[in-house]
């Protein structure tokens, strides 16, 4: 298995430009299966997630054609009825978590779906019941079967009105894919409104779908009898301009981050902000210039700054790993809150033996103590537990001093394409080995 040679402590200097998002496009690459007609997408992140997305497609019997680098054209036009009995398909289905993304439009178009349960990051419990429970309230059955399979079959799905118990971004995705094609109206209140749930709507429309309330939590969706082709661009990915923002603080350098949707970004550059990260913008591009110090702002009362995660428009879970890391080199103090899962910041211990003053209160707490850059982060041994700890380690080990070892890469290549190539170009001192 390959690993991540790092020698760390280095300043870097260039342009670097995000993929696109790899959450956006697990979701319109699923909504590929709505129509028979051709759907071209531009900007598709080239990561193993994506990637292992689109061979499970292939296993359903979409027609995938790559015209250009990050460019494809999806045609669903011939659905194989026995797609859940094939051997790659299971394989497949267990390594990535948009794989339960194709549930939703198959019930809607072929009215049933077998998935299985699926794989992806172990950050905690991330249960399904909120994708079946929404599907049932469009008329579907669910029931499992043998080996994990799920079967939901909903030969005519009618609209309703309906509140979802948590806003789940996927399984606001599902819910709007499946009301699509079903018959009526349906309303989603406490509907996820993230830019990625966005995307996915103005998409669906471009094709023929008939939705309201787009960026608010609460959806219409007006079913229509069918969908078209279209084309669409996905965003930047937001999690990998805060990870490239956090990288250039942490490593001290002069980096201009391009093509940003700045427009699409929401609180996160406030939030870095709070941390003393000194962020300009220029035409859609932000620019980062290397930082002696950055000091943690408190509240107006002088107590300890807080920085939580919550869903849209609040703070994404996906950069916590990223403000925990940048907060080591701060001066000042920081509470890290991890509310939405409970396993997120089980990597502290490695960035603790590196040299950083962080407290674990408890699964979902940290407190970080800044050390102000008294001393660099020292280079050590470690694995990646998942996509979001494995960049934070990794920008760790660049700004350290020595060399690291970063082993289960495999962990961040499902989130970050061409990583090293790319951090290479910028002056990294990192090979694959």
């Known amino acids: 298995m390959s690993s991540f040679e790092i020698i760390g402590g280095k300043s870097l200097s260039g342009t670097i430009t995000p ?25 598709v992140p080239e990561i193993t997630d994506v990637l292992n997305l689109i061979k ?13 680098t990050n460019h494809f054209i999806f045609q669903a036009k011939n659905i194989d009825k026995n797609y859940f009995k094939k051997e790659n398909f299971k394989k497949l289905s267990s390594k990535i978590r948009g794989s339960i993304m194709i549930m939703g439009p198959l019930v809607s178009r072929e009215g049933q779906a077998q998935v299985l349960t699926p794989g992806g990051d172990k950050i905690g419990r991330r249960p399904l019941d909120i994708h079946f429970k929404g599907l049932e309230n469009l008329g579907a059955k669910v029931k499992i ?44 209140y406490n509907a996820a409104c993230e830019p990625y749930i966005q995307q996915l709507c103005k998409m669906l429309n471009s094709m023929g779908a ?27 990915d937001m999690i990998e301009i805060g990870s490239w923002i956090g990288l250039a603080v942490m490593t001290q350098s002069n980096l201009i981050i ?8 929401g609180i996160i550059l406030d939030v870095f902000k709070k941390l003393g990260v000194k962020i300009k913008t220029k035409n859609d591009n932000i620019i980062i210039k290397k930082q002696k110090t950055h000091e943690i702002q408190t509240f107006m009362n002088g107590s300890i700054l807080t920085i939580s995660d919550a869903p849209w428009p609040g703070f994404t879970p996906d950069l916590i790993s990223i403000i925990l890391v940048l907060a ?54 470690m694995s990646s537990p998942d996509i979001r700890a494995g960049i934070a380690l990794l920008i ?20 970050y394409e061409k990583i090293v190539e790319r951090l290479q170009k ?7 080995i």
Request: charged share 25%; proline share 2%.
């Open 56 to 68: 499970l497609l292939k296993t359903i019997g979409v027609k995938v054609k790559k015209k250009n």
């Open 426 to 432: 910028i002056g990294a001192n990192i090979k694959r």
């Open 19 to 43: 993929q696109g998002s790899k959450n956006e496009a697990l979701q319109v690459i699923s909504a590929c299966l709505l129509t028979s007609e051709k759907v071209e997408i531009k900007n």
């Open 328 to 381: 080591t080199q701060a001066k000042g103090s920081i509470l890290i809150h991890q509310k939405m899962f409970e396993s997120r910041l089980f990597f502290v211990d490695k960035i603790i033996d590196m040299g950083a003053k962080i407290i674990l209160c408890d699964p979902h707490r940290a407190t970080v103590v800044g050390i102000n850059r008294e001393y660099p982060l020292k280079g050590t041994t």
């Open 396 to 415: 760790a080990a660049l700004s350290a001093k020595g060399k690291s070892i970063i082993y289960n890469i495999n962990q961040i290549d499902r989130g």
């Open 258 to 265: 391009k093509k940003c949707s700045i427009n699409n970004l």
């Open 145 to 188: 079967e043998k080996n994990n399979i799920y079967k939901v079959v909903g030969k005519k799905l009618i609209g309703k009105n309906m509140l979802l118990e948590e806003a789940s971004v996927t399984a606001t995705a599902n819910i709007i894919m499946a009301s699509t094609l079903a018959k009526g109206i349906t309303e989603i």
């Open 210 to 236: 008939k939705i309201n309330g787009i960026g608010t939590n609460l959806i219409k969706i007006e079913g229509v009898k069918s969908l078209s082709g279209t084309s669409h661009n996905i965003l930047p």
